[in-house]
């Protein structure tokens, strides 16, 4: 090959390797949500870890007043919603992985509670 052609062949293979290194870089890029999740809550407490497709734990007792909050552990979402009968209503959005849902139970009485995309999941509050 004349040196102008060899020149031609390998700028033209830098500039295909470059650009394959972009494109490459551009597929594998992930940007973090603006709202990044927060860490991943353990049970304990007045919280309660959704994961396993499970709630941990699956009952918990509480004074009335108390605020409990569910955190999804799961790589799928879920949906946590008062069965009917529960002295009060309550029901979350859908929750993605990392997100949590909250409510405040101030009466007094057992509040059963399932997830709506996976009812085979379910949970009991106790309130005294």
Same mark, same amino acid.
């Given at each position: 090959?004349?040196?102008?052609?060899?020149? !031609?062949?390998? #700028? @033209?293979?830098?500039?295909?390797?470059?650009?394959?290194? %972009? !494109?490459?870089?551009?597929?594998?890029?992930?940007?973090?949500?603006?709202?990044?999740?927060?860490?991943?809550?353990?049970? @304990? @407490?007045?919280?309660?870890?959704?994961?396993?497709?499970?709630?941990?734990?699956?009952?918990?007792?509480?004074?009335?007043?108390?605020?409990?909050?569910?955190?999804?552990?799961?790589? %799928?979402?879920?949906?946590?919603?008062?069965?009917?009968?529960?002295?009060?209503?309550?029901?979350?959005?859908?929750?993605?992985?990392?997100?949590?849902?909250?409510?405040?139970?101030?009466?007094?009485?057992?509040?059963?509670?399932?997830?709506? !995309?996976?009812? #085979?999941?379910?949970?009991?509050? !106790?309130?005294?």
């Amino acid at each position: 090959m004349p040196s102008d052609s060899r020149w !031609i062949f390998y #700028s @033209g293979c830098t500039a295909l390797l470059v650009l394959a290194c %972009v !494109i490459a870089g551009c597929a594998s890029y992930q940007s973090t949500p603006a709202t990044a999740a927060p860490p991943a809550a353990t049970s @304990g @407490g007045n919280t309660i870890a959704i994961k396993n497709f499970a709630f941990d734990p699956a009952s918990l007792t509480v004074k009335a007043g108390t605020t409990v909050t569910w955190t999804n552990q799961d790589s %799928v979402p879920h949906i946590i919603a008062s069965d009917t009968g529960s002295p009060a209503a309550f029901s979350s959005s859908s929750l993605s992985t990392g997100a949590s849902y909250s409510f405040t139970f101030t009466q007094a009485g057992t509040y059963a509670y399932h997830c709506t !995309i996976h009812p #085979s999941m379910k949970g009991t509050i !106790i309130v005294q």
